[in-house]
Nanobody
């Protein structure tokens, strides 16, 4: 399995920006589609963004489209999530995840089988 460690979360005012990073190890990073999910208190974990193995394709949840950008550096084994124009409703624990081997790109939570520990993002109004 892929080992994943997120960083970059924090407290930011509404309208601000944060960039999350996810460092991967233990496998050939470029072989795995990747994604970001988030979970707010009392809510289920939800899809945020996904990127294909070679970064040619990306998907976004409607709620973040136009504000968030997912990217990856396969040479450095790092996944990113640039978050702009943040809103209080973006407050959540953000998780990076690696899809199961052989999956080219997916938005389904069940298709991801390696998860980081999460990083807290808090957006104040």
């Amino acid at each position: 399995q892929v080992q994943l460690v997120e960083s970059g979360g924090g407290l930011v005012q509404a309208g601000g920006s944060l960039r999350l990073s996810c460092a991967a190890s233990g496998v050939t990073f470029s072989n795995y589609a990747m994604g970001w999910f988030r979970q707010a208190p009392g809510k289920e974990r939800e899809f945020v963004a996904a990127i294909s193995r070679g970064a040619a394709f990306t998907y976004y949840a409607e709620s973040v489209k136009g504000r968030f950008t997912i990217s990856r550096n396969n040479a450095k084994n790092i996944l990113y999530l640039q978050m702009n124009s943040l809103k209080p409703e973006d407050t959540a624990v953000y998780y990076c995840a690696a899809a199961k081997a052989g999956v080219s790109i997916t938005t389904a939570l069940a298709d991801f089988d390696s998860w980081g520990q999460g990083t807290q993002v808090t957006v104040s109004s």
